[in-house]
């Protein structure tokens, strides 16, 4: 079970950056209540400062207010939470005022004591009175995805590799452009582009479930999420355009 400090202090907000060097999410392959469970201890949207911690955050933001998030993960403590509960999701807040919130705390400096004050307690109430409403099924949107997938050694037959990766099918999952990168000492990485729609797809599930096992997984040793990025329905031929740039750039 993962163990945090105070997140509204340096040591809290340090200490859950480099938690987040290596992972995607607080626990596990995919968001879960672990997640929300973070997200609603902080009282503010991290500085760029914490580079990792922002990533995260404004994931677990868009993942909110599009889709939801159900998983139940492995279980998270956060020191001077206090846990979500019903009663504190029971009623939906005003659509703005973590936004709100946000904005009236910008200029408040960063409590190095770890002391939790009254307005972020009471903004950390509103975050969580907000995941009530946000699991309620809104309109699928789709997402483009960038993936790093690692051989065992550079005697792994790439070709094979590649032709082993897009051979996983299924609807709403759209394969794009790919490129070989060095990594070192001979050793090359495919980096691969998909759009999925996100109410079909898990990347998460297919990674664990799918690219990592037999008999894919004599090729593959690792994956790796390096950008996920929500699709909003008037960029997608903006998108095309830079999936065309991209080919153009791998032919070359």
Not at 124 to 142: F, I, P, Q
Request: charged share 30%; with cysteine; aromatic share 8%.
């Amino acid at each position: 079970m993962a163990t945090f400090p105070n997140l509204n202090s340096a040591s809290g907000l340090k200490k859950l950056d480099e938690h987040l060097l290596t992972r995607s999410y607080i626990t596990g392959y995919q968001a879960s209540k672990d997640d929300i469970t973070v997200f609603t201890a902080l009282s503010k949207p991290p500085t760029l400062e914490y580079v990792n911690v922002s990533r995260w955050f404004n994931h677990i933001d868009a993942l909110l207010r599009i889709s939801g998030v159900s998983a139940e993960g492995s279980g998270v403590i956060v020191e001077g939470s206090s846990p979500i509960t019903e009663e504190a999701v029971a009623s939906p807040p005003a659509a703005d005022s973590k936004d709100a919130a946000a904005d009236e705390e910008d200029d408040d400096d960063v409590d190095l004591f770890g002391e939790e004050t009254e307005e972020e307690k009471k903004a950390a109430e509103e975050r969580a009175a907000s995941v009530k409403a946000s699991t309620k099924k809104k309109e699928s949107g789709k997402s483009s995805v960038l993936i790093d997938i690692k051989p065992w050694d550079d005697e792994t037959d790439m070709k094979k590799l590649e032709e082993s990766v897009r051979s996983i099918q299924m609807e709403g999952l759209f394969w794009g452009a790919s490129k070989l990168v060095p990594v070192g000492y001979g050793i090359k990485k495919l980096q691969i582009m998909c759009t999925i729609v996100d109410d079909l797809v898990s990347i998460d599930t297919m990674i664990e479930e799918q690219l990592t096992v037999e008999p894919i997984n004599e090729f593959v040793q690792s994956c790796d999420i390096v950008a996920f990025n929500k699709i909003c329905k008037f960029h997608e031929s903006f998108l095309n355009h830079l999936t065309f740039l991209y080919d153009n750039a791998v032919c070359n």
